[in-house]
C-alpha cells in the first residue's frame, strides 16, 4: 500500500468485491485469495496459509525476498512514477530534488550526510552508465536509480 501511495497509484475506493488481479492499484486489503492458490506474493512475504486456520503469522526476512524487490518491474515502475510526481520532478536542484524525495518516502527531512551521499551518486551516476530499474521507462535515469534504492531501504519496507 504504501508503494502504492508514494507512486501516487493508490485507489483510496474502500470496500467492494475482492480484486483477482494482484497487480490492481487498490489496497492489499482487497486482494482476493483462495485457498488453492499458493503462487504469487503471498508466500514469498509470509502470507496467512488460507488452507488453514493460523493463530499467528510466520515472519522471516529471507535474500529471495530482496532479489524479488531488486528486480520487479513494479518497484521500478513505481521509482519511475515517484520521479515523475510534479513535486519532486519540478525540483532541478539535486539537494532540494532529495529533500523532496525523502520528504515524500519517509515523511522526514533528510540529514546533511545523506543529501551528500545522494548528490554523490547522483553526479558519480552522470559519469558512469547505469542500468535503469527493470520496467522503468528511461534505463539509466540515476534518478530513477537512486529512488528505487530509497524505496528498498529498510526504513520504508519495515515499521518500527
Known sequence: DALLAVAGRLEARPGGPAEADAMTSRRMLYIKTTRT????LG???????????????TVSTIAPQALYLMNDSGIGDAAGKVVA???????TDPPLRIQALYKLIFG???TPSEVELGCSFIERAKV???DGPPGSTEAGDPWGVYTQALLLS???LFVD
Open 108 to 110: 522526514r527531512v533528510p
Open 37 to 40: 492458490n499458493r503462487s504469487g
Open 154 to 156: 529498510n526504513e520504508f
Open 43 to 57: 508466500p514469498l512475504f509470509d502470507a496467512a496459509d488460507a488452507a488453514m486456520h493460523v493463530e499467528r503469522r
Open 85 to 91: 510526481r510534479p513535486e519532486i520532478a519540478a525540483q
Open 128 to 130: 558512469e552508465p547505469l
